[in-house]
């Protein structure tokens, strides 16, 4: 199975060591479930929100110009992504070292959750790029179709390496909290 980020189509079984125990339709109700856990993955919940948000306002621009689509797309495309950039440090720097240690059967799931942040730091900058394009095109009064359809082929790209990254991320996380009471402060 390829483990990239791009290509990979969920977590291998050898990663999914507490996965299986752990059916995501439990998780609510078992006693290791925090508050915190909950906020973290209400966080997940609003990337895919705004990146839903992201691929629609291009869609629909380009369906039919939107006068707001310029100030609507830089405003949520800048909030997104500062915002995911933030969460994936906070990941890297504080949840991730201290749930290593619990499960080292698990060491290959969070290096594969690392090589995920970093090909996603990538794609971060290549929608930033592709978002700043179009926004000098339009500034410009240049005629951006191309590039706004091209900005919704780069969001659509991203929802999926999003979504695929944040699913597997959940899987992984989810049953180490509820495994070993683990704390996500």
Do not use: C
């Not at 707001?68 to 933030?86: D, K």
């Not at 698990?106 to 942040?117: T, Y």
């Amino acid at each position: 199975m390829d483990l990239e980020l791009e290509r990979r189509t969920g977590l291998p079984e050898h990663l999914r060591v507490l996965a299986d125990l752990y059916p995501r339709e439990t998780w609510q109700g078992h006693r290791n479930f925090s508050g915190l856990t909950a906020f973290w993955l209400e966080r997940h919940l609003m990337f895919r929100e705004l990146m839903a948000r992201l691929v629609e306002g291009a869609e629909r621009h380009l369906d039919a110009a939107d006068p707001r689509f310029a100030a609507e797309m830089s405003r949520t495309t800048g909030f997104f992504l500062n915002q995911l950039h933030g969460h994936h440090m906070i990941e890297d720097q504080h949840y991730f070292p201290q749930f290593i240690p619990l499960d080292a059967r698990l060491e290959p799931a969070f290096e594969l959750l690392d090589r995920d942040h970093h090909a996603l730091d990538g794609h971060i900058h290549g929608l930033a790029e592709r978002s700043n394009d179009v926004l000098k095109l339009m500034a410009a009064g240049e005629d951006e179709k191309k590039a706004v359809d091209l900005l919704a082929a780069t969001q659509r790209d991203f929802r999926s390496f999003l979504h695929r990254h944040l699913e597997d991320e959940e899987e992984i996380i989810v049953p180490v909290v509820l495994e070993y009471g683990a704390d996500m402060e």
